[in-house]
């Protein structure tokens, strides 16, 4: 993997005060926070220490703090983070979000010194892409800070992904992915399994492991007991999920950073997760990652992956959603992964992220997912609906490809978006040892989802889809999505037959239209070609045949020649 790039940015120390009393660490120098960084890139200061002293915990007993402001705007805090062991480097990161100059006043104190040091840097416009936000004119959307464009949510999963030893797999994961369309990707920041995760073919070796260590360990090799040091970070974890992170926001790909995801087979037990909750150690852990991670523009918190099955009480997301907010300068959007009904209308998630597969909810995931919008929207709320996991590719012989790509279409027509889960079939660790998929995002020819998804999102991405709202009402058969006067779109999902048995005979809707004239087209989404139809003038309109009896896409469009 290529290695984590910043500014290359002059040095500077400015002291304004320096006072010590007791044992005092030897000279300290300031460097970086001068010259010109990108908007939406981040600067980094880091402070060097000579001499740290042994008997202090750099990870508990020194702050970093910083004030930045710009054109005369309210200051921004920003806090930094101890990046050794020794207490030798520390660093504070800061991503500016709009173009001018910017001024800074550091502050750094360990061990009984006082240093202070002051710097500008120019930010400058360079077409990056901010972070990710709730579009204020559509808030079921997304769009990115400083981008017109809005964000067609497409996620898949990879836990493991900074699991691979060899951080070119890594990359290769990440290109595989973004080639496929995926925008936003699930990612452990920290997680412990024992082989054979959910009894997957997923075996930890030589080149992939399934146990990460965000602390110091005095057992790293032991899932169960590890000795974590909770006072006391490992850097080089850090270093390489922020390594990641990087490759990532190249490729445009925003990481959803799980912090909490952890159990052994087939059991949920609060032991697997080392943190007491509401406990000073839990505080410390959130607030670290925020520091360090806060200033990449390609990040979104989930406070904690199924996280009713270790922090039962209610109350535990709400209370660590403030702590993340109090201490992101950068408010990147948060939500936590499942029981979405247990938090709605809590109104601290920025968008809902939920678990719904299909046989285990009663109704379709179109009624579940429609009826959560809803129920989400009658809270005096709109934010997005994410069905974050509906079932992996291959799990079982209904669970096959084709049927989580037409999952995938019932999700879009309630106007939400998904995530995709990938096969895992071939396994790591286990021959052939070729996959890995939403273990680990490495990829194989079994794994065929992204290419069959592929359809769905360069269709949606071919218009303005945000304007559109589930309006079923409309059809007399299948699923429509609407902004009546300018576009329909109807999905007619068809029979659960495998491709080559279908047939030629085709079905029909009746569709309620305002008389305007619109261009009408079939779209095929298993293989995303159209098929044109003439143009369409009508109060109710009878469709033709579907060209098969396979699931088909009507496309209605106001024609304005």
């Known amino acids: 993997m290529r290695p984590l790039v910043v500014p290359v940015l002059l040095p500077v120390v400015v002291w304004l005060c320096a006072c010590t009393g007791g044992a005092a660490p030897g000279e300290i120098r300031v460097v970086g926070g001068v010259g010109e960084a990108e908007v939406f890139d981040f600067v980094e200061l880091s402070v060097e220490v000579d001499d740290p002293p042994a008997a202090r915990n750099p990870f508990v007993d020194a702050s970093l703090t910083a004030e930045l402001v710009t054109g005369g705007g309210p200051p921004i805090a920003v806090e930094g983070f101890c990046d050794s062991t020794d207490g030798s480097i520390y660093r504070l990161r800061f991503m500016p979000t709009s173009a001018g100059r910017w001024d800074w006043k550091l502050e750094f104190r360990f061990a009984g010194a006082t240093k202070r040091a002051s710097g500008q840097f120019l930010a400058v416009e360079a077409g990056r892409e901010g972070p990710l936000r709730r579009d204020p004119e559509f808030p079921a959307h997304f769009r990115r800070q400083g981008s017109p464009d809005r964000f067609f949510y497409y996620g898949a999963t990879a836990y493991w992904l900074t699991g691979w030893k060899d951080e070119a797999e890594i990359e290769r994961a990440l290109d595989r992915m973004a080639a496929g369309g995926v925008n ?20 930890a070796g030589p080149g992939f492991d399934l146990a990460f260590e965000p602390w110091s360990a005095r057992n790293p090799d032991s899932v169960e007991r590890p000795g974590f040091d909770l006072t006391r970070f490992d850097p080089a974890h850090w270093r390489k999920f922020e390594r990641m992170l990087a490759a990532a926001r190249a490729r445009g790909v ?8 952890s159990h052994p087979p087939g059991t949920y037990h609060t032991a697997s997760i080392p943190t007491a909750a ?25 406070v904690g992956n199924e996280h009713d099955q270790y922090r039962r009480v209610v109350e535990w997301p709400s209370w660590i959603a403030s702590h993340i907010r109090d201490q992101d300068p950068y408010d990147h959007l948060l939500s936590a992964h499942n029981s979405a009904r247990s938090y709605l209308g809590g109104g601290w998630y920025d968008y809902v992220l939920e678990q719904a597969w299909d046989g285990i909810v009663e109704d379709s995931l179109f009624d579940y997912m429609l009826q959560l919008r809803r129920d989400q929207a009658a809270t005096g709320r ?14 079982s012989a209904e669970r096959d490809t084709d049927s989580r790509r037409r999952l995938a279409w019932e999700i879009t027509m309630a106007g939400c978006y998904q995530t995709t889960g990938e096969t895992d079939r071939q396994g790591t660790g286990v021959a052939p040892d070729t996959g890995g998929g939403w273990a680990n995002g490495r990829g194989d020819a079994t794994m065929r989802l992204l290419d069959v998804q592929r359809p769905l999102l360069d269709l949606f991405t071919s218009f303005a889809w945000w304007r559109l709202e589930p309006r079923s009402d409309l059809v007399d058969d299948g699923l429509c999505l609407a902004a009546p006067g300018e576009r329909y779109v109807v999905y007619l999902p068809g029979p659960d037959a495998p491709a080559e048995t279908h047939v030629t005979s085709g079905r029909r809707t009746t569709i309620r239209l305002d008389g305007k004239r619109y261009r009408a087209r079939w779209f095929d989404p298993r293989g995303g070609e159209y098929t044109v ?18 699931d088909w896409v009507l496309l209605l469009e106001a024609d304005e020649s």
């Open 382 to 395: 709109v934010v997005p609906v994410i069905n974050e996991e509906y079932g992996y590719e291959g799990i």
């Open 278 to 302: 509401f406990g000073e150690d839990e505080q410390r852990y959130f607030r670290y990652a925020v520091n360090r991670l806060a200033a990449f523009a390609n990040v979104t918190w989930d």
């Open 254 to 261: 925003v990481i959803s950073v799980v912090f909490y995801m």
């Open 184 to 203: 936003r990707l699930r990612v452990l920041l920290y997680g412990r399994h024992h082989d054979r995760p959910w009894n997957r073919p997923i075996v």
């Open 533 to 550: 139809l003439p143009s369409v003038a009508a109060d109710t309109w009878t469709t033709p045949d579907t060209p098969d009896s396979g």
